[in-house]
């Protein structure tokens, strides 16, 4: 079975400056997708960035990027530019591309980033 | 376009009781999953389904039933309530189809208490 492992519980940022959240994953499959969500204080999950595991490229989303490293197993997420409404719990989440795990969402423990003005 | 209500909001149920929780999403997804979400930790899936009338356990599937009886509806189901059970419970749908990856979209959660 998969795991998603974030080792960081909380993280504090400085507004305006640039934070990085880690993400560890165990897999034996090879084609796979990542997601890191994020969940503010009104509960709603909220899609931030994906990456597909095919795809060296690393996404991007506006202030959003990560840093895939399939070898390593890691996926982590960098936050540019910190904004107050940035702040919120942050969970990686792992999807098998295929077969019976395929659509189901496995997520880390997750991440509480506080924005400090 | 409402995407994915849950009803109700909140609920405090005693021990023993039962309950459903309500799980309706407009988007014509074929895929609906419900997770909970306990304390300071992620979502863990309890059930899921791919279509009407197909359903399937997840990682926590103990306590809880679920039908599916169409697209838009996937309600679950607490039987005999327990303490364990107190949590913030996730809907979610998807559609499955030739563009992926298929993003899932939540529902606000039900906070759910056992006393």
């Known amino acids: 079975a998969q795991t998603v492992t974030q080792s960081q519980p909380e993280m504090s940022v400085q507004e305006a400056e640039t934070v990085t959240l880690s993400c560890t994953y165990d897999t034996s499959e090879s084609d796979y997708y990542l997601f890191w969500y994020k969940q503010p204080p009104s509960r709603q999950m909220i899609l931030v960035i994906r990456q597909e595991a095919y795809k060296q490229q690393n996404a991007t989303e506006n202030r959003f990027s990560v840093n895939f490293q399939k070898a390593a197993k890691s996926f982590s997420l960098k936050i540019s530019d910190s904004q107050l409404g940035d702040a919120a719990m942050y969970f990686c989440a792992y999807r098998s591309a295929i077969g019976q795990g395929a659509q189901k969402l496995v997520f880390g423990q997750g991440t509480r980033l506080t924005i400090n003005p | 376009n409402a995407g994915v209500t849950q009803t109700p909001k909140f609920r405090i149920l005693k021990i023993g009781q039962s309950m459903t929780l309500q799980c309706t999403q407009d988007?014509?997804?074929?895929?609906m999953y419900w997770y909970r979400q306990d304390p300071g930790m992620g979502l863990k899936l309890i059930y899921y389904s791919v279509g009407a009338g197909i359903t399937d356990k997840g990682e926590v599937p103990n306590g809880y039933n679920v039908s599916r009886s169409t697209t838009e509806d996937f309600p679950l189901r607490l039987e005999l309530a327990a303490p364990s059970q107190t949590s913030v419970y996730f809907c979610a749908s998807s559609y499955s189809g030739p563009t992926l990856p298929n993003e899932q979209f939540f529902g606000p959660g039900t906070r759910l208490t056992v006393l």
């Open positions: 988007m014509n997804h074929n895929y």
